[in-house]
């Protein structure tokens, strides 16, 4: 069974540059969440992918945005990219059951992308 | 609001001593309850669960127990490791909704 993989580990980017992240779900999962981990602090929710549509958001603005893709994988994109939004990005995969209210189901996460914006 | 709290770090202990780090939960309804562990430069690993008043999950030597009377998911651990040196998390769900995390405690273990 394969995990939670991400990709770049790490990136450096500039203020005003955009930038995408990558995570391919476990096998089996068909649901995407992603959080921010600030240094020293706890995850925090941006948003859920299920069926290739956003299936919840956190408190995160427009200029953050994602994709799911039909083998589950997905895409984290971030516009405009300011210096606070440096920080540890995880991604997480869990299973959605066929009647499609959501996922009760753990959440398993991957390594993170570690983004330093300067 | 749905809240965690985790009781603040770092907490420093000897090899073999007992742990217990703190955790209380603001929620409405029946949450299910998530203790995860995040080792230096990796992401978060599920360490244990709980998802009804009472239960208590236990894995690698580590428990807590679901306590609705207190709002509390104590995790405590009868004989550390320096491999157990990590940052620990308290998180909580309702239902389908998202994970909401505490600030983590970070637990050093001396040989």
């Known amino acids: 069974e394969t995990g939670v993989t991400q990709s770049p580990t790490h990136l450096i980017k500039t203020r005003g540059q955009q930038v995408t992240l990558r995570c391919s779900s476990q096998?089996?999962?068909?649901?995407v969440s992603w959080y921010q981990q600030a240094l020293g602090q706890g995850p925090q929710f941006i948003f859920q992918?299920?069926?290739?549509?956003?299936?919840g958001r956190g408190n995160f603005p427009p200029r953050f945005s994602g994709l799911q893709f039909p083998n589950y994988s997905s895409e984290l994109n971030v516009n405009a990219l300011e210096l606070d939004d440096s920080a540890l990005y995880l991604c997480a995969s869990s299973l959605t059951s066929a009647s499609g209210t959501g996922s009760r189901e753990t959440q398993y996460f991957g390594p993170g992308t570690r983004l330093l914006v300067l | 609001g749905n809240s965690v709290t985790q009781m603040e770090g770092p907490v420093t202990l000897s090899e073999e001593a007992f742990l217990t780090i703190n955790c209380t939960y603001t929620?409405?309804?029946?949450?299910?309850l998530f203790w995860y562990v995040q080792y230096p430069g990796e992401g978060l690993q599920l360490l244990l669960k709980?998802?009804?008043?009472?239960d208590k999950g236990s894995n690698k030597g580590f428990e807590a127990t679901y306590r609705k009377e207190t709002t509390s998911f104590h995790l405590e651990k009868g004989s550390v490791q320096v491999s157990d040196s990590a940052v620990y998390f308290c998180?909580?769900?309702?239902?389908?909704?998202?994970?909401?995390f505490g600030t983590g405690t970070r637990l050093q273990v001396f040989p």
């Open positions: 992918y299920y069926r290739e549509e956003e299936n």
């Open positions: 998180a909580l769900r309702r239902g389908t909704d998202k994970l909401i």
């Open positions: 096998s089996g999962h068909n649901t």
């Open positions: 709980a998802t009804k008043a009472d």
């Open positions: 929620a409405t309804g029946y949450p299910s």
